[in-house]
Antibody, heavy 117, light 113 residues
């Protein structure tokens, strides 16, 4: 059974940084494209970005609103994917979910990031 | 970027009746080399994370009731709930994974009449 568990959310001031983690189990992690989707309060789903498997280059792709500020990395030994968020803005306030694959099977509960002074 | 547009934004349907949600993409999601449409559907109930219903436009995820079906090809897709149940009250999203950045539709809220 695939399980994804996000952590690391919290309250951060505008301009600050935060790193989210997602521990995955039940998948062959090293072969999986891992990513993040977010959902602002009362809004729809927004794709944030992904990181490919190392054997497919290990490169990352990002949505325009976060490009240059967010960075996704992975640790295949720990079956964990990370989202480093810099220069945070109020509009980054959202529940952040990590994802595995191209369509997203089981979802974790997400982790709430609140950007506010 | 591929823009995904769902209609309607909200839908009120009587119990046992059919609910139909449309999803249109700004460019084709059909890849001719494998004859597949790169589209998924999700259900999100209040206070819960989304749940995968359909992928490859029409393949039902394991455990999803067969009253949920997906159809369409190219740029026009439909999610049909045949015989709406009370537990189907939710917001439904389509998502394309044909090209990055992957994108979602804005969501369709389904309620009971």
């Amino acid at each position: 059974e695939v399980q994804l568990a996000e952590s690391g959310g919290g309250l951060v001031k505008p301009g600050g940084s935060l790193r989210l983690s997602c521990a995955a189990s039940g998948i062959t992690f090293k072969n999986a494209w891992m990513g993040w989707v977010r959902q602002a309060p009362g809004k729809g789903l927004e794709w944030v970005g992904l990181i490919k498997s190392k054997n497919e280059g290990g490169t990352s792709v990002y949505a325009a609103p976060v490009r240059g500020r967010f960075s996704i990395s992975r640790d295949d030994e720990k079956n964990t994917v990370y989202l480093l968020m810099n220069s945070l803005k109020s509009e980054d306030t959202a529940v952040y979910y990590c994802t595995a694959g191209s369509w997203f099977g089981p979802w974790g509960q997400g982790t709430l990031v609140t950007v506010s002074s | 970027d591929i823009v995904m547009t769902q209609s309607p934004d909200s839908l009120t349907v009587s119990l046992g009746e059919r609910a139909t949600i449309s999803c249109k993409s700004s460019q084709t999601l059909f890849y001719s080399s494998n004859n597949k449409n790169y589209l998924a559907w999700y259900q999100q109930k209040p206070g819960q994370p989304p749940k995968l219903l359909i992928y490859w436009a029409s393949t039902r995820e394991s455990g999803v009731p067969d009253r949920f079906s997906g159809s369409g090809s190219g740029t026009d897709f439909t999610l049909t709930i045949s015989g709406l149940q009370a537990e189907d009250v939710a917001v439904y999203y389509c998502q394309q994974y044909y090209n990055t950045p992957w994108t979602f539709g804005q969501g369709t809220k389904v309620e009971i009449k």
